[in-house]
Nanobody
Framework: QVQLVESGGGLVQAGGSLRLSCAASGNIFSINAMGWYRQPPGKQRELVASISSGGTISVADSVKGRFILLRDNAKNTVYLQMNSLKSEDTAVYYC????????????????WGQGTQVTVSS
């Protein structure tokens, strides 16, 4: 099992910044990928950014240029640095992990953090 603990959410004004943190524990050597999802009110959950075990980072077009995914291997932690926040970024943000052994190609997120609320005021 992989356990994920998130932190960093909160209320911020439009144009502001937040950094979300996700610390992984458990079978941390059996993780293929980690990522960040978000679920705006009344909408489906969407993938924001991900990083593979090989270090390949993908960022959704909707946040590209504003959000950055970072990884600290020593701390088994991934971060989502969110800049230039907009009201449409308001959502519950979830850290996620693919708990399968590292592999080339493909991600299947099935381990989830508890979620952290990000609210952007206007």
């Amino acid at each position: 099992q992989v356990q994920l603990v998130e932190s960093g959410g909160g209320l911020v004004q439009a144009g502001g910044s937040l950094r979300l943190s996700c610390a992984a524990s458990g079978n941390i050597f059996s993780i293929n990928a980690m990522g960040w999802y978000r679920q705006p009110p009344g909408k489906q959950r969407e993938l924001v950014a991900s990083i593979s075990s090989g270090g390949t980072i993908s960022v959704a077009d909707s946040v590209k240029g504003r959000f950055i995914l970072l990884r600290d291997n020593a701390k088994n932690t991934v971060y989502l640095q969110m800049n230039s926040l907009k009201s449409e970024d308001t959502a519950v943000y979830y850290c996620a992990a693919d708990p399968r052994p590292p592999r080339i190609g493909g991600m299947s997120f099935s381990s989830w953090g508890q979620g952290t609320q990000v609210t952007v005021s206007s």
